[in-house]
């Protein structure tokens, strides 16, 4: 395909200008965020041996691995989440049949008897293992360690919330989830992926994704919010984080979501939080199955794949609905604003526009 001189020229303009502001800009807010997680992580794991003292089933699996922690979250640059996987999750059958969007149950077995699931006090009469209680317990156990363990001048809880949130140094905002891993088995509200036809993602990444599995997270949930059920505190969130985090290898995928959170963190960071980090990474799931050829992530794509995803936000926001990528029944600017929506369109459009029309905008995001 011949493309026209001028064409190269501002592709390769643009290039520089997007390597230049990733080595300066993208590369500090990186840097600024792994001395955060190592400072937040050491206070943490403190916190969860403590808790692990009171009761053994809480066994702590924040470890540092290859300089990663297993199970933290960037949230944003001041706020995480650990996520605590818990164990023996083999009595209970896990139903997903679509009542809450996002949701799903752990019911237990038939035939199975409550006195062999080392979480028996937390089943409900009905036999369902309730999200609800297991972390009331977990919260309780963790106020107590922060006052025993050695950080207890520079941790508080976060009161008025059922999640466990702690207020480190006053500065970060860390929520530690109990989650359950679920490995080999892929829920049927999420049946529908991939969408047929298209080259991207290749079958044995599809193979890989589906065998890794996801998580199911004790959290509140946007969905449940207004639900009267009884069973909406038992149920537990679907997280796909790992998934995620393995379809954005190769090209410069991992590159532009980097790119678009620090231009996210700078400019977006906006009034009741319209605009999240996990927005732009559902927004670039997407962009990928618009863009399904390998060709189309090589690095001189970088900025059109940016604007794209930008183009897109802005449409979302206007739309007042952003779909999750592998639970598209699940709207993720639920409970946002409408007010808040608005003006982070108008932000965004205004950050694009910088972008689409003069070449050494990045020089001043």
């Known amino acids: 395909m011949l493309v026209p001189p001028d064409m190269m020229a501002a592709q390769s303009k643009m290039l520089y200008q997007l390597n230049k502001y990733y080595g300066e800009r993208v590369q500090t807010r990186k840097g600024q965020i792994a001395k955060t997680i190592r400072e937040v992580c050491k206070v943490v794991q403190d916190v969860l041996k403590e808790v692990e003292v009171q009761e ?3 066994i702590s699996s924040l470890t540092e691995c290859n300089g990663r922690y297993e199970g933290l979250e960037v949230i944003a640059p001041s706020e995480f989440e650990v996520v605590l996987y818990l164990n023996q999750m083999g009595v209970f059958n896990f139903v997903d049949d679509g009542t809450l969007p996002g949701c799903a149950v752990l019911k237990l077995s038939d035939g199975r008897k409550r006195s062999m699931s080392l979480w028996v006090e937390f089943i409900t009469a009905s036999g369902y293992l309730s999200a609800r209680k297991i972390r009331s317990r ?3 156990l963790v106020a107590q360690a922060c006052d025993k363990c050695s950080y207890r001048d520079s941790v508080k809880m976060i009161a008025d919330t059922t999640e466990v949130r702690l207020r480190i140094r006053e500065r970060y905002v860390v929520q530690i989830t109990p989650a359950f891993k679920c490995s080999g088995v892929w829920p049927r509200s999420a049946a529908h992926w991939p969408i047929p036809h298209i080259p991207w993602p290749h079958p044995n990444l599809v193979a890989e994704v589906k065998t890794e599995g996801f998580d199911l997270l004790s959290k509140e949930s946007v969905a449940m919010q207004g639900k009267q059920s009884a069973m909406e505190g038992d149920a537990w969130v679907l997280s796909f984080t790992e998934a995620e985090n393995r379809l ?6 991992r590159r532009c979501l980097s790119i678009l959170k620090t231009l996210r963190d700078r400019h977006l960071d906006l009034p ?8 732009m990474k559902t927004l670039l799931l997407y962009e990928c199955e618009k863009h399904p050829r390998e060709m189309e992530w090589d690095e001189s794509c970088l900025g059109d794949r940016m604007n794209g995803i930008l183009l897109q936000l802005i449409s979302c926001l206007q739309c007042r609905r952003c779909p999750h990528y592998f639970l598209p029944n699940l709207d993720l600017f639920k409970g946002k604003s409408p007010s808040s929506l608005e003006n982070a369109a108008k932000q965004a459009w205004r950050l694009t526009r910088e972008l689409l029309t003069n070449s050494r905008s990045l020089e001043k995001l």
């Open 138 to 140: 977990f919260q309780t």
């Open 248 to 253: 954005l290898q190769g090209g410069c995928r």
């Open 272 to 279: 009741g939080n319209p605009v999240s980090c996990y927005h």
């Open 56 to 58: 053994p089933r809480f």
